[in-house]
């Protein structure tokens, strides 16, 4: 049962990945929460249903505002430790990665850096050096980062602000599908 699940989840994630056909390798990454339709009371105390939102994070290029990935979790995991992973996944294919600074990590940093990946990530200021770190950033690149929720806005004013779906596995399907969505919708809208 796992191996197929995982089966399907390559496979849909390689439908969002090939519905962003134009990418120029400068990504944004930020996350937002959906809703989880809200069940019944019966069917929340049954099955333990506590959680009303699901944190998903995105993937977009800044130039053509393609989702080239998405990461989801009901867990209040810090974008800190979701950022590496969906970057580590994209790392062939990106240039430049910006995102506020709720991903400022070294080791983040670190990793990005070693695969050829520039972070467009401002520091946190701890200390002078930091101030001189943020100087020195590219600053349009770096403001492009507003594209991710750009993305998300359309995704809900379009196709919903909330999951439908009651278990996460199929929250996160749901997720990838809206993203897919957005992806054709814009391919046809913007040829």
């Known amino acids: 049962m796992a191996s197929s699940l995982h089966g399907f989840t390559q496979l849909v994630r390689a439908?969002?990945?090939a519905s962003a056909e134009k990418r120029t390798g400068h990504a944004a990454i930020d996350s937002t929460g959906f809703d989880r339709d809200q069940p019944s009371r019966h069917y929340a105390n049954r099955t333990n249903y506590r959680v009303r939102a699901l944190?998903?994070?995105a993937l977009v290029d800044v130039e053509t505002l393609y989702i080239t990935d998405i990461h989801s979790t009901t867990s209040k995991k810090h974008d800190a430790k979701i950022g590496p992973q969906v970057a580590?996944?994209?790392a062939d294919d990106l240039r430049s990665l910006a995102a506020d600074r709720g991903y400022d990590a070294k080791a983040f940093r670190k990793?990005?850096?070693k695969n050829g990946v520039r972070p467009l990530i401002k520091h946190r200021i701890m200390n002078p050096l930091d101030h001189a770190h943020n100087a020195r950033m590219d600053s349009d690149r770096h403001h492009q980062?507003?594209?991710s929720a750009t993305v998300f806005s359309s995704i809900k004013r379009t196709l919903g602000a909330a999951v439908r779906a009651r278990?996460?596995?199929l929250e996160f399907r749901e997720m990838l599908l809206k993203a897919t969505v957005y992806n054709l919708r814009r391919s046809v809208r913007y040829p």
């Open 15 to 17: 439908n969002l990945h």
């Open 55 to 57: 944190k998903v994070t």
């Open 88 to 90: 580590r996944r994209n």
């Open 111 to 113: 990793e990005l850096r």
């Open 145 to 147: 980062r507003s594209m």
């Open 167 to 169: 278990s996460w596995w």
